[in-house]
C-alpha cells in the first residue's frame, strides 16, 4: 500500500507580529505554553493537552477571549500541566480543514508563537495561502517533506543522541555525498567516534521504528 505523503510546517510570529490577534492576552498571562498533544473531540472544539509556565497565582483561573482551562491535572504553584479549549482565530481555522494538526514543538513565550503543523501535501497548501489573511505578513515559515529531522520524531530521542543527530545533519552526515565522516562528528562534538557510531545507530532505529508503527 503506497504511503500518505505527509509533509509539516512551521510558523512563526514575534509578540509584536501578533498583537493584533486577541491570544496577545496570553503572552502577557504566562512564561510559557507548550502544547503536548491535540485530544479528540467534537468538530467544533479544539481541545489540548498543554504545559503552562507561569507566575501570578490567579493565571489559571482568569477568563481568556482564547482560552479556556477545562481542568488542571497537575500544578505545583509555577508550572501546570492543564486540559484547555482553545478559540482564537488559528484554532478556528483548523477546525474548518481536515487532514492538517497541531504537533510538537507548538510553543508560546516572550519570545513569540511557534506552532508546527503536520498534513497532507494538500492542506498544508491550503493553511499556507489562506494564514496571511488572518496573521498579516510579519510571520515566517518553514515548510518541509518528513524526514528525519521532523521535529516530532527528533522528541523521541534521549537528548545526547539528539546532540549527535543534530550536528551529524549539520556536518552533512546524511548528504548524498556525505558531506562528513563519522570521526569528523566525533572531533566536533569532543567525543569518541564509537560513541558517535552507537548514538547515530540508536538514534536511528528509533526513529525507523517510529514511522513503521505508525498509525
Not at 481555522?93 to 503543523?117: D, K, M, Y
Not at 503536520?118 to 510571520?139: E, H, S, W, Y
Request: glycine residues 6%; negative net charge.
Amino acid at each position: 500500500m503506497p504511503s500518505v505523503d505527509l509533509r509539516f510546517m512551521q510558523v512563526s510570529l514575534t509578540p509584536e507580529e501578533g498583537n493584533h490577534l486577541p491570544g496577545v492576552q496570553l503572552y502577557e498571562a504566562f512564561r510559557r505554553m507548550e502544547l503536548l498533544t491535540m485530544i479528540p473531540s467534537v468538530p467544533e472544539e479544539f481541545r489540548c493537552m498543554v504545559r503552562i509556565e507561569y507566575t501570578e497565582p490567579n493565571s489559571l483561573q482568569n477568563t481568556y477571549e482564547t482560552m479556556e482551562v477545562v481542568r488542571i491535572l497537575e500544578d505545583d504553584g509555577t508550572v501546570a500541566l492543564a486540559e484547555v479549549l482553545l478559540s482564537g482565530p488559528l484554532p478556528k481555522l483548523f477546525q474548518s480543514l481536515e487532514h492538517a494538526w497541531w504537533v510538537s514543538p507548538t510553543v508560546l513565550n516572550n519570545e513569540g508563537f511557534t506552532f508546527t503543523i503536520r498534513g497532507t501535501k494538500d492542506a498544508l497548501v491550503n493553511i499556507r495561502n489562506r494564514l496571511p489573511a488572518l496573521l498579516g505578513r510579519g510571520f515566517s515559515m518553514k515548510l518541509g517533506a518528513q524526514s528525519v529531522y521532523n521535529p516530532e520524531f527528533i522528541e523521541l530521542l534521549p537528548a545526547r543522541q539528539r546532540t549527535v543527530l543534530d550536528k551529524a545533519i549539520e556536518l552533512g552526515y546524511y548528504d548524498r555525498p556525505r558531506g562528513c565522516t563519522q570521526r569528523m562528528i566525533a572531533d566536533a562534538l569532543n567525543i569518541k567516534q564509537a560513541t558517535v557510531s552507537e548514538h547515530l545507530q540508536s538514534a536511528e532505529s528509533t526513529i525507523i521504528h517510529a514511522f513503521a508503527n505508525e498509525p
